[in-house]
Each structure stands twice: as C-alpha cells, then as structure tokens.
C-alpha cells in the first residue's frame, strides 16, 4: 500500500505526499480497472499545503504536504494495491484572462510604457488579481468572460492580443507563489474591500 494510512477504507486518508499523476506512468495501468475516489478541489483549496477535507465517497481526507507544495488535477493521494483503490485529486480552475504585450516590445519605448501603465490602471480599477511573467499578463475569470473582455475594448486596448485559457494549462507556467496569488486570491477577494491581505 502506497499511503501514509493504513487503511483507504478507513475513517481518514493522511497524505504526506503526492504518489504521481493519473496521466503519467505507471498509473494510467494502474487506475484502470481501480476504484478511484475522487477528491474534488476548488482552486483556492488545491494551493494549500493543509487541508482536511472529504472525497466524493466520502472519506475523510488529511493533507499535509511540505510547504509550496500545491495540489494539481489528476494527483494520485493514495493507493491500495491489495484493494486497488485510489484517491485522485479533480481540481476545478476557473479560466485565465492571459493578456499578451509581445506587440509594444516593437515599438517606441514611451508608447509601450504608456499602454503598460493604462493597462495596469484599467485592470487595478477593477481590483482584478494579476501575475506578470515576461511579455504577459494572467488574470483569473473574476467576472463574465465579457465583462471582462469589455473592459479591454472599452479602454482601446486594440494594439494587446489576449485569450481566455484553462486555469490547468496556465499553472505549469507559473512558480508556485505566483499559482497561488492568481488561483487562491481570485476567490478570497472581495471586490471593493480596500482591507483585503
């Protein structure tokens, strides 16, 4: 058995690490004809470390994993080899405004400057959580795809290429900080609290 419980059956599932991922070898043999108990994960939840909480079949489920560790989709937590019964992480990720500015590096440096300094105006006014990573911009669905797509047209940001993306093909793109500030602030924030940490 491959968890740190001695039991999946039992009352409490303690994981101290992740086994693997249901994708990459040797689990996707392993899981097929298993029964998998799935813990599911809202974004917020999977950037923490610790966590107790409970899987879709209802076992109680206690994480504590080393620090800056965070939960992707498709984690295998535990493993019963006797039974052939695992417990997989389903992290739901909202999708990801990414703002590319790869098209001001050509221009003049003042113009480039200037839209940088507008953008991160029109995204602050809207108290929108941001990660800055080389040429682009990610910034998690706080809103309606439209809403926040009208904010670009509104301020003529014509000149920026952007796309809504899954949350789960940006987060390998991403330090483990940066994941958490762009997946766990977008649910704890509370638009128009100027107290928020």
Known sequence: MTTSSTDLGAALVR????????????????????RVDV???????????RLRTATEGGVEVAIALDRGT?????DVLAWDEQRRTATVARVDLNEVLVIDLGALAGGPPEV?????????HALGNQHWVAVVKGMRVYVPLAVARAVMASVLTTHRFGDVAYAFVPGAD???LLAP????????AAEAHQHGD????
């Open 15 to 34: 994981v101290d690490a992740v086994l693997g991922r249901a994708t990459e070898d040797p689990w996707p043999g392993r899981l097929a004809g298993a």
């Open 39 to 49: 813990l599911r994960l809202g974004q917020a939840e999977a950037q923490k470390s």
């Open 70 to 74: 965070q939960l992707r989709d498709g």
């Open 112 to 120: 480039s400057l200037a839209r940088c300094v507008e953008l991160g």
């Open 170 to 172: 940006v987060v390998p």
């Open 177 to 184: 900080h940066e994941s958490r500030r762009l997946f766990g």
């Open 194 to 197: 100027a107290r928020a940490s």
